[in-house]
């Protein structure tokens, strides 16, 4: 049976008919009002799309405030006054409420019906809920990856207008942002991922292959290759969300890249997959500078102490593997202290600065110079013989001796006591080969300095019956 209205007794049978009429072809929701904007009729769909039924409709004082959301209804009635007023159509999305308190998006369409002499209101609404959704998916996956701030706000695209709010926040973020869809057509990007690749301001992606994406970036890679291989792993291997992959621009610039899939209405099926670019190039330039001054002695330049230790273990640990040698030289100077009493510490650190300057021009590629501390120094020389390191503590000794420094007109100048240990002969680990440099370095001072002594420690041997066996002081010269 179709509902009525006792205030619309006129004409009551040519509306039922006509009601009838429209109701067998409608779809979506069908609705009519009077010229005060009171309900006569609802399509019965209507309790497919809010839960309500057309009595409970037809019986609401005020149908707006019943089913239509308290965002969208003063847009709405203020929209439908004016089609009443000017006659002109209206469409526009808006949400009804459902009886379950749930919202449901619908598509509106408001058009003013002549009938009788008199005019009527239509109104014809489809259901947008599913698309609503799909959006709604779309813009969770963006903000759930890396945001500039981490923001973790869910965005809806509403209306064209909030559609391009979007769009300037999305060209704001410093990370480069790339939507595949599944046809592996781009679908879209932002202008920090235009920036981060090299195009232009100007340049249309949208719609352009995968294949052609690559090949306009091919120039621009260290190692393209690698890299394609790396984003055919991850979409091959269905990855929801990939691990950020480090990879270098042939300009020198580090990108890394992370990305996820897109999740459509169907759940388990995706719909594409969203790349983020972010440019750590200046992040670890700054975290390798901090690395080398945490490993270098800013006086000299020389790496420090820290770093000679890192060296000789990594060292020692490549020659048991090869079977090979490796030589240490320890270094401590010959008349350093008197310098620095007399003269004071900026004479000294002059000293240590030429004499850095000066034996970094004998150390070859594979040689390492370091400072250990005051005016103690080392190198360490990779598969070395005792013959070549001999040869090469004499050149360090006659480079040293020959600095000639002046201060407060008086001349001046230190030589160098060195110590020369070999792996594995004079020890088996660092400790014990330091140890056998340290000896022979004091063994160079108590035969009178400016020379350099080859250990005679065996490897096994302690320290302590090579020290009993030997004339060496218990301190050195500073």
Known sequence: ????????????????????????????????????????????????????????????????????????????????????????????????????????????????VESGGHWRLRLSAEDIQARKETEYKLLETVTELRRAQALREHYLLRSNDERQRLAALLNLIRLGILFMDQDKRVLYYNRAMLEIWGYPPDAHLIGSRESVVQETIRARLADPDAYFAHIAEVVETHQRVSEAFEFHFADGRIVTDRSAVVEGAVEGRGIGRVWIYEDVTEARRISAQLVEMAERDPLTNLYNRRRFHEELERMLADATRRGHAVGLLGIDLDGFKPINDEFGHQAGDEVLVRLAESVSRIVRRHEMFFRIGGDEFAMLVPDAQPEALAELASRLGEAVAGLAFCFEGKPAGVTASIGIAVFPDNGLDAEALVSAADEAMYRSKSEGRNRWTLSGRVAGESARMSASSSDEPDSREE
């Open 1 to 112: 049976m179709w509902p009525k209205r006792a205030a619309s007794d006129e004409a009551a049978n040519a509306q039922d008919e006509y009601c009838r009429q429209v109701a067998e072809g409608v779809h979506g929701v069908e609705a009519l009002f009077d010229e005060q904007l009171r309900l006569l009729w609802i399509s019965p769909s209507i309790e497919r799309v809010t839960g309500y039924v057309p009595a409970d409709c037809l019986a609401a004082p005020d149908l707006f405030a019943l089913i239509v959301h308290e965002s969208d209804r003063t847009h709405c009635t203020r929209t439908v006054a004016q089609l009443a007023a000017d006659g002109l159509p209206q469409d526009f999305e808006l949400r009804f409420v459902r009886r379950d308190g749930e919202t449901a998006w619908v598509a509106s369409h408001w058009r003013r």
